[in-house]
């Protein structure tokens, strides 16, 4: 059985920094989802880096969410905000793709960090 750990990430290195040395002794993976765009629609940069986070690389999955934000009724210049997070979110799915029937996957924001001995209960 592997804990598969996943979330969104926008920018938050330091929370990030924080999550994976907390959880890197009971985590097997994280999947990080990053987008091409806000949830508003606006393009953004990728900002996440691997090299800060070397120590972590054999346990990173990270996805690159990079389809067209969802329209609000169809109306073009109009996203849906709801939408496109939901959407982001099940891009989660992309970097589970070895999951077994088995293993655990915990799905929450990257600052809702959960306390590790409780993976051992």
Do not use: Q
């Not at 067209?68 to 009724?73: E, Q, T, Y």
Request: glycine share 4%; hydrophobic share 40%; with cysteine.
């Amino acid at each position: 059985m592997m804990i598969y750990d996943c979330f969104l990430y926008y920018d938050e290195d330091m929370l990030l920094d924080i999550r994976l040395n907390t959880l890197n002794d009971v985590v097997d993976y994280f999947v990080i989802v990053e987008s091409t765009h806000t949830f508003t629609g606006k393009p953004k940069k990728l900002n996440f880096d691997i090299s800060k986070f070397e120590k972590f690389k054999d346990k990173i999955i990270y996805v690159i969410y990079n389809d067209l934000p969802k329209l609000k009724n169809g109306i073009a210049g109009e996203y849906d905000a709801w939408k496109n997070e939901a959407a982001t979110r099940n891009a989660i799915m992309r970097g589970l793709k070895n999951a077994k029937d088995n293993d655990i996957i915990l799905i929450s924001d990257v600052d809702e960090i959960f306390r590790p001995k409780l993976s051992k209960t």
